[in-house]
């Protein structure tokens, strides 16, 4: 087996220059023949001898000017009745073009098979008619070896753009799966880890505080630390046997519902939350889960940028006039951030409510605070979406959010 590789190794570097030795040796062998055939030689012979080694050697540059190689062999065959030489050249003519260049050497080799037997013995009439499948079959045979080539060329190059093709959705896939799990450790953890870090920061400029308060907010800090553990124990615990399509059962996937247990969290942490909701309960999932990530993402950035700031909550909504989210805090008054971010909190934000078709806006207030206000569509005509296709909208198109 090792042995037959090798063999078949060496032939396909050395195949080209193997076939040009078998075509000159065959051409120059047929002339030979063809010179010798009288007997005894005349000018004539020599004349057939010496055009047809020219017009055999003239092979070996088929390739690379397979017109002009064609062209002296057809004048070979017009002057000395040298046929093989020219049939040779019009193979490797239609191999390489199928064109109108291959038709007029083709109209052009038959003339000048025919032309050449006017006034000798064979008979014109005969040459008239066996001319067409003597030349023909030359050229039949190329254009079946060359459209066979071009349909395997096509064939290769399609598969491998098919290959590079899923290389790259393969590629897109991960870094869109990427996202997605950035997404949602954003949304499970930013917000507890900044109740967290006020609780915390209330505790550091106010060290004075009674006994039971700073246990009150060091009891706040444990439990809202074991519920980020767990709900990051959750996530991964998903991530790792994750068998859904698209990631849809990715937990976990609060909805509007909660939006109270998301306040009470804020004001437990020390945060004057005032809150305005009047939302129906069947409002979609794929809405109230984009309004609860709305108010989380807004509350979350007040804790890390706004702290003590009073913040009020308005969610509105109804069927057929969609849902509004207006998230309001007054100028801050302590300075800094609590913890860093990394500046794509709004921008995930606003990609999720592109995806379900929304609006959002987002900027100072006159008062010197900040706003945060989202329209949502919610359509007679649209039933209500399936987590797992959000989700899977949401795939590749989520940034690793962290906070404005």
Not at 131 to 142: D, M, N, Q, T, Y
Not at 197 to 202: D, E, Q
Not at 206 to 219: H, R, T
Not at 294 to 323: F, M, P, Y
């Amino acid at each position: 087996m090792r042995r037959l590789r090798r063999w078949y190794a060496w032939w396909v570097r050395h195949a080209a220059r193997v076939r040009d030795f078998l075509y000159v040796a065959f051409s120059l062998l047929t002339i030979v023949a063809q010179a010798a055939s009288g007997g005894h030689w005349t000018a004539k012979d020599w004349y057939v001898l010496g055009a047809g080694i020219v017009a055999s050697v003239a092979l070996l540059w088929r390739r690379r000017f397979p017109v002009t190689v064609t062209a002296l062999t057809v004048v070979a065959m017009l002057t000395g009745g040298i046929f093989v030489p020219m049939g040779l050249a019009l193979l490797t003519l239609s191999i390489r073009r199928r064109d109108l260049a291959l038709a007029i050497l083709g109209l052009a080799s038959y003339a000048a098979y025919v032309l050449n037997t006017w006034g000798g013995k064979g008979s014109i009439w005969v040459s008239i008619f066996t001319g067409p499948f003597l030349v023909g079959a030359w050229i039949a045979v190329g254009a079946y070896v060359g459209a066979r080539r071009d349909l395997m060329a096509s064939l290769r190059d399609r598969a491998e753009r098919a290959e590079a093709e899923r290389e790259l959705r393969s590629e897109q896939a991960r870094l869109g799966e990427r996202a997605r799990i950035a997404q949602e450790m954003h949304d499970v953890l930013a917000h507890k880890v900044s109740l967290i870090a006020l609780h915390a920061g209330g505790l550091e400029v106010n060290p004075a505080v009674g006994a039971e308060k700073v246990e009150g907010s060091a009891k706040l800090i444990r439990e809202t630390a074991r519920q980020a553990m767990e709900d990051l124990r959750e996530v991964l615990g998903v991530l790792r046997t994750d068998v859904s399509v698209a990631g849809a059962d990715l937990a976990p996937v609060p909805q509007a519902a909660d939006l109270e247990r998301l306040i009470e969290a804020s004001r437990d942490a020390g945060v004057t939350v005032g809150y305005d909701v009047a939302l129906p309960d069947d409002v979609p999932d794929s809405v109230g889960r984009t309004v609860y990530r709305l108010v989380q993402e807004s509350l979350t950035n007040v804790h890390k940028h706004a702290r003590g700031a009073a913040t009020e909550v308005l969610v509105d909504g109804a069927r057929g006039e969609g849902v509004t989210v207006r998230v309001t805090n007054v100028r801050p008054v302590a300075a800094g951030s609590l913890l860093p971010g990394a500046g794509a909190g709004l921008v995930g934000l606003r990609e999720r409510v592109q995806l379900v078709g929304g609006r959002l806006t987002t900027g100072p207030t006159i008062e010197g605070g900040w706003r945060v206000e989202a329209w949502l569509p919610w359509d007679d005509r649209k039933q209500d979406a399936e987590p797992v296709l959000l989700d899977e909208a949401m795939k590749g198109n989520d940034d690793a959010a962290a906070d404005r």
